[in-house]
């Protein structure tokens, strides 16, 4: 899995422990902009398509401290295969974590 694809399930990871720790920035992004990429990465399938302001945080987020997260998401209900898909969706380009 590139980079980029782990970035977004990171950053909804984070997005996650932003919920559950009141809304502190994590990884250079608020708890606000990851909310953006919810939608996008939860069931059912197939999702709506990420929002510009899901894509501008995903692009503004410190992608390395994001790929951290990335094992949180299956807790939370969120999909890690449409978060993989985020990347792509939002015209990012491939990074290893």
């Not at 250079?28 to 302001?53: F, H, I």
Request: hydrophobic content about 45%; proline content about 11%; charged content about 20%.
């Amino acid at each position: 899995m590139g980079f980029t694809a782990k970035l977004v399930v990171a950053a909804l990871a984070a997005w996650l422990a932003l919920s559950v720790a009141g809304g502190a920035d994590i990884c250079n992004v608020t708890w606000d902009e990851l909310q953006e990429c919810q939608p996008a990465a939860m069931p059912p399938k197939p999702p709506p398509p990420p929002t510009r302001a899901c894509c501008a945080a995903v692009e503004k987020a410190d992608l390395k401290c994001l790929c951290s997260y990335s094992k949180l998401l299956p807790d939370f209900g969120v999909d890690p295969e449409l978060a993989m898909k985020l990347p792509k969706k939002c015209g990012l380009g491939e990074v290893n974590c």
